[in-house]
């Protein structure tokens, strides 16, 4: 549907293999709104620097709540290792831009999903904004769901956002294994 609302994008997050702490985070976009953001975050004083390089006059040093922060493509990724189970929930502290946001991430249930990797029981995963006021999408009130295979994988095979609008669907169509260590 890009010819709707043509949209490229591209984020990077760096880690610290030892202590697992999210040291930078870049988006950048192009689009009806370009975006080019920097988060870097010192865990000492409990900050992120953010540096929006599109719109300077927004850069600021914004206070990090209790827990470690991440971007939401790895907070999908680590789901995989939660071995949730229906009914029970994990909390995540996930970084959209300059916002820290403390979600609950709900095990919802089972389904059975399609994808052009085959047919894969999964566990159904929705982030909800339980402990402070709903903002951005939230507060618009946006759903988020992301289906976890329950195979030996546990992997992401569909994430989709629901707006007012319509829902932005991704669908996982290719999947590389990690290589073995030499």
């Known amino acids: 549907m890009r010819s709707f609302y043509p949209f490229d994008a591209r984020a990077e997050s760096v880690y610290n293999l030892r202590t697992g702490h999210m040291l930078a985070h870049t988006e950048r976009s192009n689009g009806k709104k370009p975006t080019d953001t920097m988060l870097t975050f010192d865990y000492d004083k409990r900050t992120a620097d953010y540096r929006n390089l599109v719109h300077p006059e927004k850069s600021q040093v914004v206070p990090l709540p209790a827990g470690d922060p991440m971007d939401l493509i790895s907070t999908l990724v680590q789901a995989r290792a939660w071995n949730l189970k229906p009914g029970e929930q994990v909390d995540a502290l996930v970084m959209f831009e300059e916002e820290p946001y403390e979600l609950t991430f709900h095990a919802e249930g089972y389904e059975k999903i399609k994808t052009a990797l085959g047919t894969f029981d999964t ?60």
């Open 123 to 182: 566990l159904v995963l929705v982030p909800r904004m339980e402990k402070t006021a709903p903002k951005g999408m939230f507060k618009r009130g946006s759903t988020v769901r992301v289906w976890i295979s329950q195979d030996e994988r546990h992997l992401p095979v569909k994430f989709e956002v629901e707006f007012k609008f319509g829902a932005g669907v991704a669908t996982l169509v290719k999947y590389q294994p990690p290589l073995a260590p030499n």
